[in-house]
């Protein structure tokens, strides 16, 4: 059975950077790509971006690229995502993903989930 | 960017009930449109994937439609454990986006 592990709940103060792990087991993160994605308080989800842990190729979203990175270890079992420059707007629970694609449909969707990990920016 | 659209963004029903949750999408997707439900404190869970496909151990009280710009997510039947947000998300092109979800509520 697949699972994803984060890391524990996070509280930063505005102006610092957070890193929040994904450790998979039940398969290797080789050949996939994780994703990162967040949810705020009451909000919808908000994707951030992906790595391919079999490549280290990286795509991020336009609104974070400039502040996140992502990586993975070279056991390709965990995912980091470091997000920078923390601001009170960047509270919120932040998730990993494993994306599934189907080469012959095209069809993709996030089929599991890590826990979520609470990053809270407070003064 | 895609911009997804969820109608209505809160509806109430009884148990037994049937509903409809629909997402229009800012330009056309083919049928790249997955959906999810959220629980409180939890993440959320696939249901449809490619717009109308069931997915494994997903009730078939759950049916999706649609295709273009114009989607469906049908309950029959709401049993208690349905109570819950719903998203649609499309995955035609980066970056990925959601709706801004729907909740379900007992009446």
């Known amino acids: 059975q697949v699972q994803l592990v984060q890391s524990g709940a996070e509280v930063k103060k505005p102006g610092a950077s957070v890193r929040v792990s994904c450790k998979a087991s039940?398969?290797?993160?080789?050949?996939?790509?994780a994703h990162w994605l967040r949810q705020a308080p009451g909000q919808s989800l908000e994707w951030m971006g992906w790595?391919?842990?079999?490549?280290?190729?990286?795509k991020y979203s336009r609104k974070f690229q400039d502040r996140v990175t992502i990586t993975g270890d070279t056991s390709a079992t965990t995912v980091v995502m470091e997000l920078s420059s923390l601001r009170s707007e960047d509270t919120a629970v932040y998730y990993c993903?494993?994306?599934?694609?189907?080469?012959?449909?095209?069809?993709?969707?996030?089929?599991?989930w890590g826990q979520g990990t609470l990053v809270t920016v407070s003064s | 960017d895609i911009q997804m659209t969820q109608s209505p963004s809160s509806l109430s029903a009884s148990v037994g009930d049937s509903v409809t949750i629909t997402c229009r999408t800012s330009q056309y997707i083919n049928n790249y449109l997955n959906w999810y439900q959220q629980k409180p404190g939890k993440a959320p869970e696939l249901l449809i994937y490619g717009a109308s496909n069931l997915q494994n151990g997903v009730p078939s009280r759950f049916s999706g439609g649609g295709s273009g710009t114009d989607f469906t997510l049908t309950i029959n039947s709401l049993q208690p454990e349905d109570f819950a947000l719903y998203y649609c998300q499309q995955s035609y092109n980066t970056p990925i986006t959601f709706g801004q979800g729907t909740r379900l509520d007992i009446k």
């Open positions: 790595i391919n842990t079999d490549n280290g190729n990286t």
């Open positions: 993903a494993k994306l599934y694609f189907d080469i012959l449909t095209g069809y993709q969707f996030f089929e599991f």
């Open positions: 039940g398969y290797s993160l080789n050949s996939f790509t």
